[in-house]
């Protein structure tokens, strides 16, 4: 399923639903995000990719009440049954032995570091689903499910589990579109206010944690509105290309496989 769904609706206006990390991979190169709209970019399950689902399996299972030891399996599992995909391609790491140890090793992380400071649950993978703003041609719908939800003293607040080869800079979290996406979700729920959106990220390369807090609130909201009212005339145009990218290390053949009819084109590498 493309990152992004345009549906006809019966007064004529068209519904549209991006994901974030559609609008994510629109913020990063807008040409990558035509292709994957328009279903032209390969489908792609690559190494970094299994360690994060596969470690969110594990999670999952233990947040609804199995032991840290069958999270474990389930995390194994689930990454044994990606490798084999016809699609999956090795990116980052060359051997399965490494990708178990690695599975195994940001999953224990979680467990021993994450797990013992979460505020009380609320809710485990919680799906949403809302009208977010409309025109006279479109109506805006936000939609994604949430890795958890916790309770603590100062009100709800959202945790997203993540795997990363490097710590993060906490200043990279002000730009993220993950958190303005689900606290506007809490907002529609529970009413508009701030929210606290919680990044656990596990490192890949040790058994170490990282927890990076960043707030929300309708300011973010209302750009968020902006910026995806500026690319509705793109979406709704039949442009052959739209504005292409190449000012981060996301653009190159390992990371987008439509860079060989793009960049990669010219010869550049």
Same mark, same amino acid.
């Given at each position: 399923?493309?990152?992004?769904?345009?549906?006809?609706?019966?007064?004529?206006?068209?519904?549209?639903?991006?994901?974030?990390?559609?609008?994510?991979?629109?913020?990063?190169?807008?040409?990558?995000?035509?292709?994957?709209?328009?279903?032209?970019?390969?489908?792609?399950?690559?190494?970094?990719?299994?360690?994060?689902?596969?470690?969110?399996?594990?999670?999952?299972?233990?947040?609804?009440?199995?032991?840290?030891?069958?999270?474990?399996?389930?995390?194994?599992?689930? %990454?044994?049954?990606? /490798?084999? $995909?016809?699609?999956? &391609?090795? =990116? @980052?790491?060359?051997?399965? !032995?490494?990708?178990?140890?690695?599975?195994?090793?940001?999953?224990?992380?979680?467990?021993?570091?994450?797990?013992?400071?979460?505020?009380?649950?609320?809710?485990?993978?919680?799906?949403?689903?809302?009208?977010?703003?409309?025109?006279?041609?479109?109506?805006?719908?936000?939609?994604?499910?949430?890795?958890?939800?916790?309770?603590?003293?100062?009100?709800?607040?959202?945790?997203?589990?993540?795997?990363?080869?490097?710590?993060?800079?906490?200043?990279?979290?002000?730009?993220?579109?993950?958190?303005?996406?689900?606290?506007?979700?809490?907002?529609?729920?529970?009413?508009?206010?701030?929210?606290? %959106?919680?990044?656990? /990220?596990? $490192?890949?390369?040790? &058994?170490? =944690? @990282?927890?990076?807090?960043? !707030?929300?609130?309708?300011?973010?909201?209302?750009?968020?509105?902006?910026?995806?009212?500026?690319?509705?005339?793109?979406?709704?145009?039949?442009?052959?290309?739209?504005?292409?990218?190449?000012?981060?290390?996301?653009?190159?053949?390992?990371?987008?496989?439509?860079?060989?009819?793009?960049?990669?084109?010219?010869?550049?590498?």
């Amino acid at each position: 399923m493309p990152g992004i769904e345009l549906t006809e609706m019966d007064d004529g206006r068209i519904k549209v639903v991006p994901s974030q990390s559609w609008i994510g991979t629109f913020f990063n190169c807008p040409e990558q995000a035509r292709h994957e709209m328009t279903g032209s970019l390969p489908r792609k399950e690559t190494d970094a990719t299994a360690i994060g689902t596969a470690m969110h399996a594990g999670i999952e299972a233990v947040l609804k009440g199995d032991s840290v030891e069958n999270g474990n399996l389930v995390a194994v599992a689930t %990454f044994a049954e990606l /490798i084999e $995909l016809p699609e999956f &391609q090795w =990116v @980052q790491i060359k051997t399965p !032995e490494t990708g178990f140890a690695t599975v195994e090793r940001t999953f224990h992380s979680w467990a021993n570091e994450i797990l013992p400071q979460l505020p009380t649950t609320f809710g485990v993978e919680v799906g949403f689903d809302w009208p977010f703003f409309e025109t006279d041609k479109y109506v805006v719908h936000l939609k994604g499910t949430m890795d958890f939800v916790g309770e603590s003293e100062n009100g709800l607040e959202v945790w997203d589990w993540k795997t990363a080869g490097r710590l993060w800079d906490a200043y990279e979290t002000k730009w993220k579109i993950q958190p303005t996406i689900y606290t506007w979700a809490l907002a529609q729920e529970f009413g508009a206010r701030a929210y606290d %959106f919680v990044y656990a /990220i596990m $490192l890949k390369s040790k &058994q170490d =944690v @990282q927890v990076l807090i960043t !707030e929300r609130d309708e300011r973010h909201w209302k750009w968020l509105e902006m910026q995806l009212m500026s690319m509705l005339p793109l979406i709704e145009s039949d442009f052959p290309h739209w504005p292409m990218r190449d000012q981060h290390s996301l653009c190159s053949p390992k990371w987008c496989s439509v860079y060989d009819v793009c960049r990669g084109a010219t010869g550049l590498r």
